[in-house]
T-cell receptor
Framework: GENVEQHPSTLSVQEGDSAVIKCTYS??????FPWYKQELGKRPQLIID?????GEKKDQRIAVTLNKTAKHFSLHITETQPEDSAVYFC????????FGAGTRLTVKP | GAVVSQHPSWVICKSGTSVKIECRSL??????MFWYRQFPKQSLMLMAT?????????EQGVEKDKFLINHASLTLSTLTVTSAHPEDSSFYIC????????????FGPGTRLTVL
């Protein structure tokens, strides 16, 4: 199955700063790259995804960039707010759906 | 987005009993469903991949005789934890994926299992 590595495991930023989380994957056949946000005790929620035919996608304060050659993709959150505090997971699903280890983001007011 | 339901949302049982968790896709046909286990402050660990009408594929280290998975229809998959023990206490989450070419997965709300 696909191996997905995610960094950092924890990230603390000041409100208003940017946050970047990176993932690398191993299967070159992967063509869909989602990012999920999970709040404590709740289900993961898809926040943004990108397919392999584009290099970047934005949705308001959230963006994802993809480098297929290097097999990595990143989540960018700008102008962070306290409500962005959560655990973020990446995945690079092909036939199965394994997640990265997660990044616990804390936005300090 | 599509809706996936999971039942029950929480369950407390005695050691040695079996618990069944249901996962349903409410408004789409899920050819593939996934079962995850999540311990506190840890990632979602894939337990098994379930395809409708065929046997589930279990991840290494997951006992198929202990975690029975049945994907009887395109909208329902069940996970039965047999002879549950306290170490099985965890948050179990299912997800469902639509037919290709859509890759997006939709998660159920999770089931918190506590084994006394």
């Amino acid at each position: 199955g696909e191996n997905v590595e995610q960094h950092p495991s924890t990230l603390s930023v000041q409100e208003g700063d940017s946050a970047v989380i990176k993932c690398t994957y191993s299967d070159s056949a992967s063509n869909y790259f989602p990012w999920y946000k999970q709040e404590l005790g709740k289900r993961p929620q898809l926040i943004i995804d990108i397919r392999s035919n584009v290099g970047e996608k934005k949705d308001q304060r959230i963006a994802v960039t993809l480098n297929k050659t290097a097999k990595h993709f990143s989540l960018h959150i700008t102008e962070t707010q306290p409500e962005d505090s959560a655990v973020y997971f990446c995945a690079a699903p092909n036939n199965d759906m394994r997640f990265g280890a997660g990044t616990r983001l804390t936005v300090k007011p | 987005g599509a809706v996936v339901s999971q039942h029950p949302s929480w369950v407390i049982c005695k050691s040695g009993t079996s618990v069944k968790i249901e996962c349903r896709s409410l408004d789409f046909q899920a050819t593939t469903m996934f079962w995850y286990r999540q311990f506190p402050k840890q990632s979602l660990m894939l337990m098994a991949t379930s395809n409708e009408g065929s046997k589930a594929t279990y991840e290494q280290g997951v006992e198929k005789d202990k975690f029975l998975i049945n994907h009887a229809s395109l909208t329902l998959s069940t996970l039965t934890v047999t002879s549950a023990h306290p170490e099985d206490s965890s948050f179990y989450i299912c997800s469902a994926r639509e037919r290709a070419p859509y890759n997006e997965q939709f998660f159920g709300p999770g089931t918190r299992l506590t084994v006394l």
